[in-house]
């Protein structure tokens, strides 16, 4: 049997997170799982620095999770990108998990 890391979840079926970002408790705290591209998943915290808004309330472009109040865009890292490319407002960026994908399920160490 594989050994499974420490802390690791499964937090989503696969197939959902393809179709669209997932809102995922886990451990008290709020995530989102998307797709980055077809076999990489990106889980973020699930809240925009900037407005507070719910990013899996939002959509993917080109692989990044869009928050849906101001068009902020996050990638795997958590790392913004804003309109004007100006993020000095924000708190802090959304903590980023290791991630991957086992049979039909989106995992991460939380």
Known sequence: M???PSGSR???ALEAA????????????ALVV????E???GVIDDRCPH????LSAGYVLYGRIVCPLHMWTFGPDGRAQAPGGRTEAAGPAPRAYDC???GD??????
């Open 105 to 110: 399920q989106v995992w991460a160490r939380v």
């Open 100 to 102: 991957w994908i086992s």
């Open 10 to 12: 499964a937090l989503c």
């Open 39 to 41: 076999d990489r998943p």
């Open 34 to 37: 998307w797709m980055v591209d």
């Open 2 to 4: 594989k050994q499974v």
């Open 18 to 29: 393809r179709e669209a970002p997932q809102r995922v408790l886990c451990d008290g705290r």
């Open 51 to 54: 407005g507070n808004a719910r």
